[in-house]
């Protein structure tokens, strides 16, 4: 059984930083698409970063390119995603997911949040302005 479970998050102002975590139970050992998402009331859920779990590599939203990163520790199962130069309209719920959506080449192809089928609980950020 998948468990995911987040922490982190909180309020900061513009420009400031926060960090969050994932830590996954239950993952195949031959790999998982695992990141992050977000979702804003009103709008639909969408991708924020995704990394292949058993290689490296990683798939970013354009909006947030060069201001986030995610990393993994795969001894721990533990996955981060780094959030600097924070803007108000990155104030959302963000939740980590994982599915098995990676490419024979080792990257996941996709961060669309209707594919992922395992969810964690959320957690708030809120930027201000």
């Known amino acids: 059984q998948v468990q995911l479970m987040e922490s982190g998050g909180g309020s900061v102002q513009a420009g400031g930083s926060l960090s969050l975590s994932c830590t996954a139970s239950g993952l195949p050992h031959t790999g998982s698409c695992l990141g992050w998402f977000r979702q804003v009331p009103g709008k639909e859920r969408e991708g924020v970063a995704v990394i292949y779990t058993v290689g490296d590599k990683t798939l970013y939203a354009d909006s947030v390119a060069g201001r986030f990163t995610i990393s993994q520790d795969k001894a721990k199962g533990t996955v981060y995603l780094q959030m600097n130069s924070l803007k108000p309209e990155d104030t959302a719920m963000y939740y980590c997911?994982?599915?098995?959506?990676?490419?024979?080449?080792?990257?996941?192809?996709?961060?669309?949040?209707?594919?992922?089928?395992?969810w964690g609980q959320g957690t708030q950020v809120t930027v201000s302005s």
């Open positions: 997911a994982a599915d098995r959506l990676f490419s024979s080449g080792g990257y996941c192809y996709t961060s669309t949040a209707y594919e992922y089928n395992y």
